[in-house]
T-cell receptor
Framework: EAQVTQNPRYLITVTGKKLTVTCSQNMNHEYMSWYRQDPGLGLRQIYYSMNVEVTDKGDVPEGYKVSRKEKRNFPLILESPSPNQTSLYFC????????????FGPGTRLTVT | GENVEQHPSTLSVQEGDSAVIKCTYSDSASNYFPWYKQELGKRPQLIIDIRSNVGEKKDQRIAVTLNKTAKHFSLHITETQPEDSAVYFCAVSVGSQGNLIFGKGTKLSVKP
Protein backbone atom coordinates (compact mmCIF):
# COMPACT_ATOMS: atom_id res chain seq x y z
CA GLU A 1 0.00 0.00 0.00
CA ALA A 2 1.32 3.41 -1.03
CA GLN A 3 1.78 5.50 2.06
CA VAL A 4 3.70 8.10 4.00
CA THR A 5 4.36 7.22 7.63
CA GLN A 6 5.37 9.52 10.45
CA ASN A 7 6.60 8.72 13.92
CA PRO A 8 5.79 9.51 16.58
CA ARG A 9 2.16 10.50 16.05
CA TYR A 10 2.01 12.33 19.38
CA LEU A 11 4.83 13.72 21.49
CA ILE A 12 5.01 15.85 24.59
CA THR A 13 8.50 17.05 25.40
CA VAL A 14 10.33 19.74 27.30
CA THR A 15 12.18 22.80 26.09
CA GLY A 16 15.68 22.07 24.85
CA LYS A 17 15.45 18.30 24.55
CA LYS A 18 16.48 17.30 21.04
CA LEU A 19 13.97 15.28 19.10
CA THR A 20 13.51 13.76 15.67
CA VAL A 21 10.26 13.17 13.82
CA THR A 22 10.70 10.51 11.18
CA CYS A 23 9.01 10.47 7.79
CA SER A 24 9.16 7.58 5.38
CA GLN A 25 7.52 6.89 2.02
CA ASN A 26 7.39 3.65 0.03
CA MET A 27 6.64 5.09 -3.41
CA ASN A 28 10.14 6.02 -4.58
CA HIS A 29 9.11 9.66 -4.64
CA GLU A 30 11.72 12.30 -5.34
CA TYR A 31 9.98 15.26 -3.69
CA MET A 32 9.38 15.36 0.07
CA SER A 33 8.32 18.21 2.28
CA TRP A 34 7.58 19.13 5.87
CA TYR A 35 4.74 21.44 6.94
CA ARG A 36 3.49 22.76 10.21
CA GLN A 37 -0.12 23.68 10.86
CA ASP A 38 -1.23 26.16 13.49
CA PRO A 39 -4.71 27.57 14.19
CA GLY A 40 -5.28 30.79 12.31
CA LEU A 41 -2.03 30.45 10.38
CA GLY A 42 -2.90 27.53 8.16
CA LEU A 43 -0.17 25.41 6.62
CA ARG A 44 3.41 26.60 6.39
CA GLN A 45 6.25 24.80 4.69
CA ILE A 46 9.34 24.18 6.83
CA TYR A 47 11.79 22.40 4.51
CA TYR A 48 11.57 20.49 1.28
CA SER A 49 13.75 18.11 -0.67
CA MET A 50 13.80 17.71 -4.43
CA ASN A 51 15.88 14.51 -4.25
CA VAL A 52 18.52 12.68 -2.24
CA GLU A 53 21.02 15.10 -0.69
CA VAL A 54 19.05 18.08 -2.07
CA THR A 55 17.21 20.05 0.61
CA ASP A 56 16.12 23.65 0.87
CA LYS A 57 14.37 26.02 3.23
CA GLY A 58 10.66 26.63 3.08
CA ASP A 59 8.73 29.46 4.61
CA VAL A 60 9.54 28.82 8.30
CA PRO A 61 12.84 26.88 8.62
CA GLU A 62 14.13 28.52 11.81
CA GLY A 63 14.73 26.01 14.61
CA TYR A 64 14.52 22.97 12.34
CA LYS A 65 16.94 20.76 10.44
CA VAL A 66 16.37 18.03 7.89
CA SER A 67 18.40 15.46 6.04
CA ARG A 68 17.80 13.34 2.94
CA LYS A 69 20.42 10.61 2.93
CA GLU A 70 18.16 8.12 1.21
CA LYS A 71 15.15 8.55 -1.00
CA ARG A 72 12.53 7.07 1.30
CA ASN A 73 13.35 8.97 4.51
CA PHE A 74 13.15 12.66 5.37
CA PRO A 75 13.52 13.20 9.12
CA LEU A 76 12.73 16.50 10.80
CA ILE A 77 15.12 17.41 13.60
CA LEU A 78 14.48 19.90 16.37
CA GLU A 79 17.85 20.45 18.01
CA SER A 80 16.53 22.57 20.88
CA PRO A 81 12.73 22.64 20.83
CA SER A 82 10.91 25.66 22.18
CA PRO A 83 7.23 26.17 23.08
CA ASN A 84 6.60 28.09 19.85
CA GLN A 85 7.30 24.86 17.98
CA THR A 86 4.22 23.30 19.50
CA SER A 87 2.25 22.42 16.41
CA LEU A 88 0.80 19.77 14.14
CA TYR A 89 3.39 18.57 11.66
CA PHE A 90 2.76 16.92 8.31
CA CYS A 91 5.21 15.22 6.00
CA UNK A 92 4.31 14.83 2.33
CA UNK A 93 5.81 13.30 -0.78
CA UNK A 94 5.19 13.24 -4.51
CA UNK A 95 6.87 11.80 -7.56
CA UNK A 96 8.05 15.27 -8.50
CA UNK A 97 7.27 18.79 -7.36
CA UNK A 98 4.00 19.87 -8.89
CA UNK A 99 1.75 18.06 -11.31
CA UNK A 100 1.72 14.68 -9.57
CA UNK A 101 -0.36 13.39 -6.70
CA UNK A 102 0.95 14.48 -3.32
CA UNK A 103 0.64 12.05 -0.42
CA PHE A 104 0.47 13.34 3.14
CA GLY A 105 1.44 11.51 6.27
CA PRO A 106 -1.02 11.23 9.18
CA GLY A 107 0.53 14.08 11.13
CA THR A 108 2.54 14.42 14.33
CA ARG A 109 1.12 16.47 17.15
CA LEU A 110 4.02 17.96 19.10
CA THR A 111 3.74 19.79 22.41
CA VAL A 112 6.80 21.51 23.86
CA THR A 113 6.44 22.61 27.48
CA GLY B 1 8.89 37.59 -0.55
CA GLU B 2 5.76 35.96 -1.88
CA ASN B 3 2.47 36.94 -0.24
CA VAL B 4 -0.69 34.88 -0.70
CA GLU B 5 -4.10 36.26 0.25
CA GLN B 6 -7.09 33.93 0.36
CA HIS B 7 -10.74 35.01 0.49
CA PRO B 8 -13.20 34.47 1.97
CA SER B 9 -12.07 32.98 5.27
CA THR B 10 -15.46 31.34 5.73
CA LEU B 11 -18.11 30.43 3.18
CA SER B 12 -21.52 28.91 3.74
CA VAL B 13 -23.61 27.65 0.82
CA GLN B 14 -26.72 25.55 0.31
CA GLU B 15 -26.31 22.08 -1.09
CA GLY B 16 -26.38 22.25 -4.87
CA ASP B 17 -25.08 25.83 -5.06
CA SER B 18 -21.65 26.77 -6.37
CA ALA B 19 -18.74 27.91 -4.23
CA VAL B 20 -15.83 30.09 -5.30
CA ILE B 21 -12.64 30.73 -3.35
CA LYS B 22 -10.07 33.22 -4.59
CA CYS B 23 -6.37 33.65 -3.96
CA THR B 24 -4.07 36.46 -4.97
CA TYR B 25 -0.29 36.35 -5.05
CA SER B 26 2.53 38.81 -5.52
CA ASP B 27 5.42 37.03 -7.27
CA SER B 28 4.96 37.08 -11.03
CA ALA B 29 7.56 34.29 -11.36
CA SER B 30 5.32 31.79 -9.54
CA ASN B 31 4.27 29.00 -11.87
CA TYR B 32 2.50 26.32 -9.83
CA PHE B 33 -0.80 26.75 -7.99
CA PRO B 34 -2.24 23.80 -6.04
CA TRP B 35 -5.41 23.59 -3.96
CA TYR B 36 -5.76 21.39 -0.87
CA LYS B 37 -8.81 20.16 1.00
CA GLN B 38 -8.64 19.29 4.67
CA GLU B 39 -11.57 17.69 6.41
CA LEU B 40 -11.87 18.07 10.15
CA GLY B 41 -9.26 16.02 11.96
CA LYS B 42 -7.73 14.65 8.77
CA ARG B 43 -4.61 15.27 6.74
CA PRO B 44 -4.64 17.68 3.79
CA GLN B 45 -5.16 16.29 0.33
CA LEU B 46 -4.24 17.84 -2.99
CA ILE B 47 -7.46 18.13 -4.99
CA ILE B 48 -6.46 20.08 -8.07
CA ASP B 49 -3.55 22.12 -9.35
CA ILE B 50 -2.67 24.30 -12.29
CA ARG B 51 0.51 25.48 -13.94
CA SER B 52 1.07 28.97 -15.26
CA ASN B 53 0.91 27.93 -18.91
CA VAL B 54 -2.74 26.91 -18.50
CA GLY B 55 -5.72 29.19 -17.84
CA GLU B 56 -8.22 26.65 -16.57
CA LYS B 57 -8.36 23.06 -15.41
CA LYS B 58 -11.38 20.93 -14.54
CA ASP B 59 -11.89 17.70 -12.67
CA GLN B 60 -15.53 16.71 -12.41
CA ARG B 61 -17.20 19.27 -10.11
CA ILE B 62 -13.98 21.11 -9.33
CA ALA B 63 -12.23 23.67 -11.50
CA VAL B 64 -9.38 26.10 -11.07
CA THR B 65 -8.91 29.26 -13.12
CA LEU B 66 -5.74 31.31 -13.30
CA ASN B 67 -5.30 34.93 -14.31
CA LYS B 68 -1.56 35.52 -14.51
CA THR B 69 -1.88 39.15 -15.47
CA ALA B 70 -3.96 39.97 -12.42
CA LYS B 71 -2.07 37.42 -10.27
CA HIS B 72 -5.06 35.61 -8.94
CA PHE B 73 -6.50 32.12 -9.20
CA SER B 74 -9.77 30.67 -8.03
CA LEU B 75 -11.25 27.34 -6.99
CA HIS B 76 -14.76 26.66 -8.28
CA ILE B 77 -16.91 23.89 -6.85
CA THR B 78 -20.21 23.26 -8.59
CA GLU B 79 -23.23 21.34 -7.31
CA THR B 80 -21.85 21.37 -3.79
CA GLN B 81 -22.53 18.44 -1.50
CA PRO B 82 -22.28 18.13 2.30
CA GLU B 83 -19.06 16.12 1.89
CA ASP B 84 -17.46 19.18 0.31
CA SER B 85 -17.52 20.79 3.76
CA ALA B 86 -13.89 21.27 4.75
CA VAL B 87 -11.11 23.83 4.93
CA TYR B 88 -9.57 24.64 1.57
CA PHE B 89 -6.06 26.01 1.17
CA CYS B 90 -4.49 27.54 -1.89
CA ALA B 91 -0.74 27.57 -2.37
CA VAL B 92 1.75 29.23 -4.69
CA SER B 93 5.21 28.08 -5.67
CA VAL B 94 8.06 30.49 -5.10
CA GLY B 95 9.82 30.77 -8.42
CA SER B 96 10.11 27.37 -10.08
CA GLN B 97 11.41 25.47 -7.08
CA GLY B 98 9.74 23.36 -4.44
CA ASN B 99 8.94 26.13 -1.98
CA LEU B 100 5.19 26.58 -1.41
CA ILE B 101 3.50 29.52 0.29
CA PHE B 102 -0.05 28.87 1.51
CA GLY B 103 -3.11 30.98 1.94
CA LYS B 104 -4.67 30.95 5.40
CA GLY B 105 -7.57 28.77 4.36
CA THR B 106 -11.31 28.98 3.71
CA LYS B 107 -13.75 27.06 5.82
CA LEU B 108 -16.53 25.90 3.52
CA SER B 109 -19.81 24.72 5.01
CA VAL B 110 -22.38 23.10 2.75
CA LYS B 111 -25.82 23.02 4.33
CA PRO B 112 -28.16 20.19 3.34
Amino acid sequence: EAQVTQNPRYLITVTGKKLTVTCSQNMNHEYMSWYRQDPGLGLRQIYYSMNVEVTDKGDVPEGYKVSRKEKRNFPLILESPSPNQTSLYFCASSLSMGGSREYFGPGTRLTVT
Amino acid sequence: GENVEQHPSTLSVQEGDSAVIKCTYSDSASNYFPWYKQELGKRPQLIIDIRSNVGEKKDQRIAVTLNKTAKHFSLHITETQPEDSAVYFCAVSVGSQGNLIFGKGTKLSVKP
